[in-house]
């Protein structure tokens, strides 16, 4: 149960033969060490192009991760109770995606697509440097639009800019989050011991049989603005940032993509700084808990020491 949500739902799917990708060689998914396991979303292949005022043939060389984030903001901005295209004030974009995976293995393939709507319009709609710019195009938003790629940190990364850019003045609301949607989506990965990946597909974090972490598929938008102006409008309020910060451990680690106990304390430490939060009063704490047998005991000895 370790790996399963609230609700008490796996969340990850496992994939047979029959609903595995056809593209996965047959060498790949006949290897005992090929874990056929993901998190994936729903219908992904599924736009509505004409609700957002894009031609068919441009949606359909369109990255996922693009098309699932404008979704996103689009409703998560009419959630909060604001018309996405109508919005009175500046609104910030802070987004970002994984590897434009859709263009490698799906578009370029299929060069009569390209030649349909042009090299250029196949750029725009696939490359990361304009998941943030196509959200502020088409709803209309008026603030700074930022791509933030910072890999696994993308999503929380845009948020702390989004912070900084409300606190600047620059923006009176900011959209910010990422989405990652691999291509193939029904695929797995080949598991290798003693690298980061699971050997079955899910990741028991701090926990004794933790094998390693899976990475999966998801996206996520939030509506960010100061407290004082969304206390003034009666904005529905879900949580409150405080403080924010970031940091990079430099070259003080193990090697490039292990973490560092103390980049990780002194960055957590930075954050209580800017929240003006004393340790002491900290009751939750949500982790990064990669299930790695490096990451989480350096995890906890960063938050131990911080």
């Given at each position: 149960m370790l790996f399963r949500s609230l609700?008490?739902?796996?969340?990850?799917?496992?994939?047979?033969?029959?609903?595995?990708?056809?593209a996965i060689p047959v060498l790949l998914r006949d290897d005992p060490?090929?874990?056929?396991?993901?998190?994936?979303?729903?219908?992904?292949?599924?736009?509505?192009?004409?609700?957002?005022?894009?031609?068919?043939?441009?949606a359909e060389v369109t990255d996922p991760q693009h098309r699932v984030f404008l979704e996103l903001a689009w409703e998560c901005l009419e959630r909060a109770g604001y018309a996405p295209d109508r919005t009175e004030h500046p609104v910030g974009v802070f987004a970002?995606?994984?590897?434009?995976?859709?263009?490698?293995?799906?578009?370029?393939?299929?060069?009569?697509?390209?030649?349909?709507?042009?090299?250029?319009?196949?750029?725009?709609?696939?490359?990361?440097?304009?998941?943030?710019?196509r959200v502020a195009y088409k709803l209309d938003l008026k603030g700074p639009a930022v791509n933030v790629n910072t890999a696994c940190s993308t999503s929380l990364v845009a948020i702390t800019q989004a912070v900084d850019s409300l606190r600047l003045g620059r923006c009176e609301?900011?959209?910010?989050?990422a989405a990652s949607v691999a291509s193939p989506a029904r695929s797995g990965y080949l598991y290798q011991e003693g690298s980061m990946l699971s050997k079955d597909g899910?990741?028991?974090?701090?926990?004794?049989?933790?094998?390693?972490?899976?990475f999966n598929d998801g996206a996520a938008v939030v509506l960010l603005k100061p407290l004082s102006l969304a206390?003034?409008?009666?904005?529905?309020?879900?949580?409150?940032?405080?403080?924010?910060?970031?940091?990079?451990?430099?070259?003080g680690k193990a090697?490039?993509?292990?973490?560092?106990?103390?980049?990780?304390?002194?960055?957590?430490?930075?954050?209580?700084?800017?929240?003006?939060?004393?340790?002491?009063?900290?009751?939750?704490?949500?982790?990064?808990?990669?299930?790695?047998?490096?990451?989480?005991?350096?995890?906890?000895?960063g938050l131990t020491r911080a």
């Open positions: 609700a008490g739902r796996d969340s990850i799917t496992a994939f047979t033969d029959a609903t595995l990708d056809p060490d090929y874990v056929r396991a993901r998190g994936i979303i729903d219908e992904v292949e599924s736009f509505d192009a004409a609700f957002f005022g894009i031609a068919p043939r441009e970002g995606a994984g590897t434009p995976a859709y263009l490698q293995q799906n578009v370029l393939a299929h060069p009569e697509a390209i030649e349909r709507v042009g090299e250029l319009q196949v750029q725009l709609a696939n490359d990361k440097d304009y998941i943030a710019t609301m900011a959209l910010a989050g899910h990741t028991r974090t701090f926990d004794a049989g933790a094998q390693g972490t899976a206390l003034a409008d009666g904005d529905q309020i879900f949580a409150l940032i405080r403080g924010a910060a970031t940091n990079n451990d430099g070259g090697s490039f993509t292990a973490p560092s106990i103390d980049g990780q304390a002194a960055v957590i430490m930075a954050a209580h700084d800017d929240a003006g939060v004393d340790a002491r009063s900290i009751s939750y704490v949500e982790a990064h808990g990669t299930a790695t047998p490096l990451g989480d005991p350096v995890e906890v000895e």
